[in-house]
């Protein structure tokens, strides 16, 4: 089985605080929305939408405990590595293992 890596480093500096929900209805409204990825049988994520905001890549991933929404990513944007990322992270066994190794350190800092 061919084993796929990632080094996406997530480039995102917010100088200045920024809410969690300003930034997500930055990302949402101004961004642009590249896709969806549903989780099913999950006991940890519900889903996860793909968003290209200022020429990076972001996630918003829903988890299925608390159904709140947490933003990820800051990664920079090219469309070969978001589909890359996006088919991996959908065809990978375990989304919370992915989550874990792939998405999880590149957490937003806001409040």
């Known amino acids: 089985m061919k084993k796929i890596y990632f080094l996406l480093l997530p480039l995102l500096s917010i100088g200045q605080s920024i809410s969690c929900d300003e ?5 949402e409204y101004d961004g642009y929305k590249l896709g969806t990825s549903i989780v099913y049988n999950s006991d ?5 939408v793909w968003y ?3 020429d990076m ?3 918003v991933v829903r ?14 944007y090219s469309s070969y590595d978001y ?6 992270f959908e065809e990978s066994v375990s989304k919370g293992t ?14």
Do not use: H, P, Q
């Not at 940890?44 to 996860?48: D, E, G, L, R």
């Not at 608390?66 to 920079?76: C, D, Q, R, T, V």
């Open 63 to 76: 988890f299925t405990s608390s159904y709140k929404e947490y933003i990820y990513g800051g990664w920079e």
């Open 83 to 88: 589909f890359n990322f996006k088919s991996s």
């Open 98 to 111: 992915f989550f874990n190794k792939n998405i999880r350190s590149a957490k937003v800092n806001c409040y």
């Open 57 to 59: 890549l972001f996630t």
């Open 44 to 48: 940890a994520i519900s889903n996860v």
């Open 52 to 54: 290209e905001y200022e």
């Open 23 to 27: 930034f997500l209805k930055s990302i």
